[in-house]
């Protein structure tokens, strides 16, 4: 079993910049593969950015060049660096963990509102 609480979130200007951040615990969390998702009013969550145990990242094209995942496995804690926001990245960010790659995510934090002011 898996917990994971974000925290970070806020009300920023366009063009501002957020750090949020992911913590885990319960379990050894460098066996996860994790991801932060989004999910606007009336809108599908969507992928943000994904990491995996080995390091390697991807990302939506609407954030590429402006966000960037990390992730701290001394601290069981990914972080998703968010630069140059936009509106339309308002939304409830979550973050996900998952053992398997090619699996569903096991594992949902609660959220935390990013809130991008034009």
């Known amino acids: 079993q898996v917990q994971l609480v974000e925290s970070g979130g806020g009300l920023v200007q366009a063009g501002g910049s957020l750090r949020l951040s992911c913590a885990a615990s319960?379990?050894?969390?460098?066996?996860?593969?994790m991801g932060w998702y989004r999910q606007a009013p009336g809108k599908q969550r969507e992928l943000v950015a994904m990491?995996?145990?080995?390091?390697?990242?991807n990302y939506a094209d609407s954030v590429k060049g402006r966000f960037a995942i990390s992730r701290d496995n001394a601290k069981n804690t990914v972080y998703l660096e968010m630069n140059s926001l936009k509106p339309e990245d308002t939304a409830v960010y979550y973050c996900?963990?998952?053992?398997?790659?090619?699996?569903?995510?096991?594992?949902w934090g609660q959220g935390t509102q990013v809130t991008v002011s034009s």
């Open positions: 996900g963990a998952r053992r398997s790659i090619l699996s569903a995510y096991d594992y």
């Open positions: 990491i995996t145990v080995g390091g390697s990242t």
């Open positions: 319960g379990s050894i969390f460098s066996i996860y593969h």
